[in-house]
């Protein structure tokens, strides 16, 4: 049996601050962090010490080349600790960069640790115990908040401050830590968001937010200096006139668009609805459909697989049952 080596590596964000003259700001290392668990094998790391809402893919790709180091050097199980704001996004991009052989597991607190209530020790904790399993290793990176494991690429914050913040609203977690332990509910994801290659990143994908009766100037700005655009559409995938002549306008020029849904369970359909702006005249014109990810993942998706060299039907092949996209 291989003896266990758990890493922690720190980003900073709520579970590492401590209070400051203007509110609470990250201060407390990896090392500290990892300290409290208690356990004999295990290595610390800082990789960022900042808010999440200054973590973006540059970021994640640091992320993903230090986990990767950690597996190289014998570690068993990764343990992130990070902002809760972009938590998800992180994740998902770890799960697009890292072919995870071991468990990686994400975690952070919704209240600082100088609060009453805190509840970063029993995320960290939790987080120690699931990345200590190695069945994890087949669902990729998971983001533990709450005593519940979510994959990655369901994952949402849906509450602003309240304790219990994170949700699956596509099938809720597939775990939770019951007496210290990992309960798995539902088994690995048949299909991974493993992109089959990898590159910093270099492009630049704007995400438009789409609201009735929109006029498309938000779409043609985009198209200007961007590289790619995902559409956060209405409802199952659907935009205003203008929006759509925008869209067609910017795939001509050579800029792709890809359209999700604004909803948190953001499924988009394909043959449904007809007319100006459905998804029907969408995808005839040209745009690709992702099919359940949130504006910012396929935003990362469309980003890390552009800088690999991709092409967007390559990421998001939806025609195709149970893809990840």
Same mark, same amino acid.
């Given at each position: 049996?291989?003896?266990?080596?758990?890493?922690?590596?720190?980003?900073?964000?709520?579970?590492?601050?401590?209070?400051?003259?203007?509110?609470?700001?990250?201060?407390?290392?990896?090392?500290?962090?990892?300290?409290?668990?208690?356990?004999?094998?295990?290595?610390?790391?800082?990789?960022?010490?900042?808010?999440?809402?200054?973590?973006?893919?540059?970021?994640?790709?640091?992320?993903?080349?230090?986990?990767?180091?950690?597996?190289?050097?014998?570690?068993?199980?990764?343990?992130?600790?990070?902002?809760?704001?972009?938590?998800?996004?992180?994740?998902?991009?770890?799960?697009?960069?890292?072919?995870?052989?071991?468990?990686?597991?994400?975690?952070?607190?919704?209240?600082?640790?100088?609060?009453?209530?805190?509840?970063?020790?029993?995320?960290?904790?939790?987080?120690?115990?699931?990345?200590?399993?190695?069945?994890?290793?087949?669902?990729?990176?998971?983001?533990?908040?709450? *005593?519940? $494991?979510? @994959? /990655?690429?369901?994952?949402?914050?849906?509450?602003?401050?309240? !304790? #219990? %913040?994170?949700?699956?609203? =596509?099938?809720?977690?597939?775990?939770?830590?019951?007496?210290?332990?990992?309960?798995?509910?539902?088994?690995?994801?048949?299909?991974?968001?493993?992109?089959?290659?990898?590159?910093?990143?270099?492009?630049?994908?704007?995400?438009?937010?789409?609201?009735?009766?929109?006029?498309?100037?938000?779409?043609?700005?985009?198209?200007?200096?961007? *590289?790619? $655009?995902? @559409? /956060?559409?209405?409802?199952?995938?659907?935009?205003?006139?203008? !929006? #759509? %002549?925008?869209?067609?306008? =910017?795939?001509?020029?050579?800029?792709?668009?890809?359209?999700?849904?604004?909803?948190?369970?953001?499924?988009?359909?394909?043959?449904?609805?007809?007319?100006?702006?459905?998804?029907?005249?969408?995808?005839?014109?040209?745009?690709?459909?992702?099919?359940?990810?949130?504006?910012?993942?396929?935003?990362?998706?469309?980003?890390?697989?552009?800088?690999?060299?991709?092409?967007?039907?390559?990421?998001?092949?939806?025609?195709?049952?149970?893809?990840?996209?």
């Amino acid at each position: 049996m291989t003896e266990q080596m758990l890493s922690v590596l720190g980003m900073g964000g709520t579970i590492s601050t401590v209070p400051g003259p203007a509110g609470a700001v990250p201060r407390i290392t990896a090392n500290e962090l990892a300290s409290s668990l208690g356990v004999d094998r295990i290595r610390s790391k800082d990789v960022f010490t900042r808010s999440s809402r200054e973590i973006g893919p540059e970021q994640a790709w640091t992320l993903a080349a230090a986990i990767e180091d950690e597996i190289h050097c014998g570690a068993t199980g990764v343990v992130v600790t990070h902002g809760t704001d972009t938590i998800e996004e992180t994740a998902y991009a770890l799960a697009l960069l890292v072919a995870a052989r071991i468990p990686i597991v994400l975690t952070g607190a919704m209240r600082p640790p100088h609060m009453p209530g805190a509840d970063g020790p029993a995320n960290l904790r939790a987080a120690a115990s699931t990345a200590s399993c190695a069945e994890l290793a087949g669902y990729g990176p998971v983001v533990v908040m709450h *005593d519940e $494991i979510h @994959l /990655a690429s369901l994952v949402s914050k849906t509450h602003g401050v309240g !304790v #219990a %913040a994170f949700t699956s609203p =596509a099938a809720g977690p597939v775990g939770r830590i019951v007496e210290n332990e990992p309960l798995l509910l539902l088994g690995p994801p048949a299909q991974v968001a493993l992109l089959s290659r990898r590159a910093a990143p270099t492009k630049r994908v704007e995400v438009v937010s789409v609201c009735g009766g929109d006029d498309g100037l938000a779409v043609e700005s985009a198209a200007e200096r961007s *590289d790619a $655009i995902v @559409l /956060a559409a209405t409802g199952a995938g659907h935009v205003p006139t203008a !929006v #759509a %002549a925008a869209a067609e306008s =910017a795939i001509a020029d050579g800029v792709p668009v890809v359209f999700t849904s604004r909803c948190a369970d953001g499924l988009t359909l394909a043959e449904t609805y007809g007319g100006s702006g459905s998804e029907t005249a969408l995808l005839r014109a040209g745009l690709v459909r992702s099919r359940f990810l949130s504006p910012a993942k396929a935003r990362l998706r469309l980003l890390f697989g552009l800088s690999a060299g991709l092409e967007p039907d390559e990421l998001f092949p939806s025609a195709e049952k149970g893809t990840v996209g």
